[in-house]
């Protein structure tokens, strides 16, 4: 990120903050205070602003309020951040990743969304709504994302499904004896492929998973790097080259 971005990106921050400020809380020293959240690629950032409402602390002031979140963008050269013209969005954000011109976020009931220029679309959900332990946005469009071994189970099984389907769609359109001259063994046996471990339902450990095209696709169990189990929190990066 240039200098000019990043000047940016803090000027932006404090201009959302000074307008949820301005919204009008009735006592800004009881109220939770805005919280921003920022994710970007080369080409794109994006923040979050995250506030409590406003019309549940009129009506109940000890009662827990709903978290609206708002969207902004900004692209190299822009004069400023836009705001997305859709309306504030409701739920506690759990995890966010920007990938390519999108920026993709997973709310506390599993809710899996993705937000662009256009709008928002509604993406397809981890198996049982899970929420990803992290994420990150791939070099092109798509996620990375670790996940618990009972749910990476159901991917697995759901990414065998579809190439189990594949292969046999390819087979019904292979020539027939009739069509074509009966081809050999070597020429039927399917090309050797590396396939990963098979998942056990009874799992404890973490596993990589990759969404791309409203899908999500299994990859890989994590090799543990230290002897703590469940670390208290994962972070994930990518590049064309490597996950970290």
Known sequence: MNGLLARRLYVAMGLLMTAAAAHGEPNAAEAPKPRIAVAGTEHIVWLIHSSPAEAA???DPAAERPILNRFARQT?????????????????IQRWAASGQQLHVFFEDGTHHSYSSGGRSVELTLP????????????????????????????????????????????????TADTATQPTEAQTAPPPTE????????????????????????????????????????WLCASPEAVF
């Open 76 to 92: 190299p050269g822009g004069a400023e951040f836009k705001r997305l013209r859709i309306p504030p969005e409701v739920g506690r």
């Open 128 to 175: 049982g709504r899970a929420v990803p332990e992290a994420v990150t946005g791939r070099a092109q469009a798509g996620l990375y994302a670790i996940v618990h071994g009972t749910v990476a189970v159901q991917v697995q099984h759901a990414t065998q499904e579809r190439l189990r389907e594949a292969e046999e769609a390819a087979q019904a359109t292979q020539p």
């Open 57 to 59: 602390l009129k009506a």
């Open 195 to 234: 396939t990963a471990p098979t998942v056990d339902a009874e799992d404890t450990t973490f596993h990589l998973v990759t969404y791309t095209q409203a899908r999500w696709d299994y990859v890989t169990p994590i090799t543990p790097v230290s002897s703590v189990s469940e670390p208290a929190r994962w």
